[in-house]
């Protein structure tokens, strides 16, 4: 039995691939890895046959026409075929003693006959040039020890949110969720994380640190500079995740606040992204986006509008602004986000 399945998209990632698969082949029998080459126009897919041909019962190398992070990243839940299903990005790794700590609590579940629908762990930040590595921990917010529904959740941070570095997810849940990922398009992370929440019921979070987030390539997609060339594709998915769900409609209300709050920081970046591009053309697109979210969640766009992010991303005029960029900038310092 494979407890997990790893899918790497990689797209000319021949540098830095070998480093992600080897972090995951600390797991041995337990896992399989997806190496999902996205139309690389490098030694990508020679470098994923490669491990395939060593490691033929562990890696399946998958070559598919270039359809961006997201579409690799539906490819690698169509070939899983383990219990769980995990994402890592072929410029991240993983900590091994997590891994087999997590493999061991996989197993423990299985040999009491439970099983979860996401399974929460920390992130580190992995920044180049900083000397101390930030970890994203969720000891404060969430139960320990115990499987826990969302009526039993804290009030997470701005930085704590679930991003897809630290959540597992059992496939099948997935699968059944129809999750799909829009081809050709950037941040699609968020849609990761954020669609398929309804759907979980059982809940568990082990306190390790095994997402190693490598952070600080100048043509990294979090990049400022990159994001900022990128904000049609931002605004894209921030719309898409608006259009999934009436939050009115998730029955509980912790689950619906933390997605109200999980939208409203989606819409946050939108809008300071067109306010830091200082174009014209850009603060009509923010202004475009609050219109939509208005137009398509009322009582969602309320709460976000009015609330304290709404209101420092809506202050009028240039000097409201130059306000707004600044609380951005301190958020940033404070937080650790590129």
């Given at each position: 039995?494979?407890y997990?399945?790893?899918?790497?998209?990689?797209?000319?990632?021949?540098?830095?691939?070998s480093?992600?698969?080897?972090?995951?082949?600390?797991?041995?029998?337990?896992?399989?890895?997806?190496?999902?080459?996205?139309?690389?126009s490098?030694?990508?897919?020679?470098?994923?046959?490669e491990?395939?041909?060593?490691?033929?019962?562990?890696?399946?190398?998958?070559?598919?026409?270039?359809?961006?992070?997201?579409?690799a990243?539906n490819?690698?839940?169509?070939?899983?075929?383990?219990?769980?299903?995990k994402?890592?990005?072929?410029d991240?790794?993983?900590?091994?003693?997590?891994?087999?700590?997590?493999?061991?609590?996989?197993?423990?579940?299985?040999?009491?006959?439970?099983?979860?629908?996401?399974?929460?762990?920390?992130y580190?930040?992995?920044?180049?040039?900083?000397?101390?590595?930030?970890c994203?921990?969720y000891?404060?917010v969430?139960?320990?020890d115990?499987?826990?529904?969302?009526?039993?959740?804290g009030?997470?941070?701005?930085?704590q949110?679930?991003?897809?570095?630290?959540?597992?997810?059992?496939?099948?849940?997935?699968?059944?969720?129809?999750?799909?990922?829009?081809?050709?398009?950037?941040?699609?992370?968020?849609?990761?994380?954020?669609?398929?929440?309804?759907?979980?019921?059982?809940?568990?979070?082990?306190d390790?640190?095994?997402?190693?987030?490598?952070?600080?390539?100048?043509?990294?997609?979090?990049?400022?500079?990159?994001?900022?060339?990128?904000?049609?594709?931002?605004?894209?998915v921030?719309?898409?995740?608006?259009?999934?769900?009436?939050?009115?409609?998730?029955?509980?209300?912790?689950?619906?606040?933390?997605?109200?709050?999980?939208?409203?920081?989606?819409?946050?970046?939108s809008?300071?992204?067109?306010?830091?591009?200082?174009?014209?053309?850009?603060?009509?697109?923010?202004?475009?986006?609050?219109?939509y979210?208005?137009q398509?969640?009322?009582?969602?766009f309320?709460?976000?509008?009015?609330?304290?992010?709404?209101?420092t991303m809506?202050?009028?005029?240039?000097s409201?602004?130059?306000?707004?960029?600044?609380?951005?900038?301190?958020?940033?310092?404070?937080?650790?986000?590129?």
């Amino acid at each position: 039995m494979k407890y997990i399945s790893f899918a790497i998209p990689s797209y000319n990632s021949q540098e830095y691939m070998s480093h992600a698969i080897e972090s995951i082949l600390v797991g041995g029998e337990d896992v399989e890895i997806i190496i999902v080459n996205d139309g690389s126009s490098d030694d990508t897919s020679k470098i994923a046959h490669e491990y395939e041909e060593k490691y033929p019962t562990i890696i399946k190398a998958v070559d598919k026409e270039n359809g961006g992070h997201g579409d690799a990243v539906n490819s690698g839940l169509t070939h899983a075929t383990g219990k769980y299903f995990k994402v890592v990005d072929s410029d991240d790794w993983v900590d091994a003693e997590a891994l087999r700590k997590i493999l061991e609590f996989l197993k423990k579940l299985e040999s009491e006959d439970e099983e979860v629908d996401m399974l929460i762990s920390n992130y580190v930040y992995e920044k180049v040039g900083a000397t101390h590595k930030k970890c994203i921990h969720y000891r404060n917010v969430l139960p320990q020890d115990k499987i826990f529904k969302w009526e039993e959740i804290g009030r997470f941070h701005l930085d704590q949110y679930i991003l897809m570095h630290s959540v597992i997810y059992r496939t099948a849940m997935l699968k059944l969720s129809q999750l799909e990922l829009p081809k050709h398009t950037f941040y699609v992370d968020n849609i990761y994380v954020y669609y398929p929440l309804p759907f979980v019921r059982k809940v568990y979070y082990l306190d390790v640190d095994f997402y190693r987030y490598y952070i600080g390539r100048e043509d990294q997609s979090v990049n400022e500079k990159v994001m900022i060339s990128r904000l049609d594709q931002q605004i894209f998915v921030t719309k898409t995740m608006i259009d999934m769900y009436q939050l009115k409609n998730v029955k509980c209300k912790k689950l619906r606040n933390y997605m109200l709050n999980y939208l409203a920081i989606m819409m946050t970046v939108s809008s300071i992204l067109c306010i830091r591009s200082k174009k014209a053309e850009n603060l009509e697109k923010k202004k475009e986006l609050w219109i939509y979210l208005k137009q398509k969640d009322f009582k969602t766009f309320m709460k976000i509008r009015y609330g304290i992010l709404g209101q420092t991303m809506n202050i009028p005029g240039r000097s409201g602004r130059k306000i707004s960029s600044l609380a951005y900038s301190v958020a940033r310092r404070i937080i650790g986000f590129n």
